[in-house]
């Protein structure tokens, strides 16, 4: 290998090394979660793709609330993705207004999610039934219970946003505080991760319907 090639890769490793020395550790704790996340989801996956999913004779679609969730996680992915621009800007009202929308939005994901089951238990669909019946349940409910998570701190971040824009001091030291802005990255990492994460499992449901 030409010396030069081999200076720059090892560069990239010193300065990919660095990085990691230089992360916050909490920032690297929410992404070794996510790993394990996505791991554990990829083998449902593949246990649910050879169960074989649902053939068409047997006259059952994907769930049509399920297609409504997606979308409403995907637009909660934007309003999210917007809050940190406003954040910057120090427009902490206009900011509170988001982080509402996406909370909103999430909720009635996990709603729609609620009604596709509706669905899925009229169609036949039972937990204890057929073994891509079965997956199909389980594979949603963690994903809700991981996305819950979110939520949680979602509120918690909205609330304390609302409280904070009220009073200029209070807003002040909000905006300065480097904890808060670790926080807002963090969530909107975590928001983004588990958002095309679904998305990515609902198109396998589809080819499996």
């Known amino acids: ?12 490793q010193l300065s990919a090394f660095k990085q990691m020395e230089h992360m916050h550790p909490i ?14 989801f990829l083998i449902l996956l593949i246990a649910f793709m ?4 649902f053939y068409k004779a047997e006259h059952i679609s ?26 910057k800007k120090d427009k902490l009202h206009k900011m509170t207004r988001y982080l509402g929308i996406t909370l909103v939005l999430s909720l009635l994901f996990v709603g729609s999610q609620l009604l596709g089951w509706r669905e899925m238990t009229a169609a036949g669909i039972n937990f204890n039934g057929k073994a891509s019946g079965t997956y199909l349940y389980l594979i949603s409910a963690l994903h809700i219970l991981h996305l819950s998570g979110g939520i949680i701190f979602l509120f918690f971040l909205f609330l304390k946003t609302a409280h904070v824009a009220a009073d200029s001091v209070r807003t002040l030291v909000f905006i300065r505080d480097p904890y808060r802005r670790l926080q807002l990255s ?7 991760f588990l958002d095309f994460m679904w998305l990515g499992l609902y198109l396998v449901f589809l080819f499996m319907f």
């Open 27 to 40: 920032r690297m704790l929410l992404y070794l979660s996510m790993v394990g996340i996505g791991v554990l």
């Open 62 to 87: 994907l769930p049509r609330f399920f297609s409504v969730g997606t979308v409403l996680l995907l637009l909660s992915s934007y309003t999210i993705n917007r809050v940190g621009a406003i954040y």
């Open 1 to 12: 290998m030409d010396p030069e090639k081999k200076n720059k890769i090892g560069s990239r």
């Open 50 to 53: 050879r169960t074989g999913g």
């Open 186 to 192: 963090m969530l909107t990492s975590y928001w983004h």
